[in-house]
């Protein structure tokens, strides 16, 4: 009799011991699709755009600066910020272009 209880409490918490295993793969897998995948994603398109800046693009920087491309060298983009004032910065400071970003709100007559 002692074993049959014996036997009846060890499945009992075994199954247990699998239902939170799943518990925690399911805690798991919402942690990896709604917090790594999206910064990885937006990480890999921020090293694209990074690498895509040319000559000429409108960009802002991370610190709010507004500015045009006026020229790149190796890891270095210069900004004219207003005429006759160029700025360097490294191309890691460079945020978004300008026209994907907020930009100038549109004016409805």
Excluded: C, W
Excluded at 60 to 72: E, F, P, Q, R
Excluded at 84 to 103: C, D, M, N, R
Aim: net charge positive; aromatic share 6%; hydrophobic share 45%.
């Amino acid at each position: 009799m002692q074993h049959i209880q014996a036997i009846l409490l060890q499945a009992a918490s075994s199954g247990s011991s699998i239902a939170n295993l799943i518990f925690i793969a399911g805690i798991i897998l919402v942690f990896y699709f709604f917090m790594i995948r999206p910064q990885q994603k937006r990480q890999k398109e921020q090293k694209k755009f990074i690498e895509s800046i040319a000559v000429g693009d409108h960009v802002v920087t991370i610190g709010g600066l507004h500015g045009k491309v006026v020229a790149i060298e190796g890891n270095l983009v210069h900004l004219e910020a207003d005429k006759g004032v160029t700025l360097k910065f490294e191309k890691t400071a460079i945020s978004l272009e300008q026209s994907k970003g907020q930009g100038t709100p549109s004016v409805t007559s």
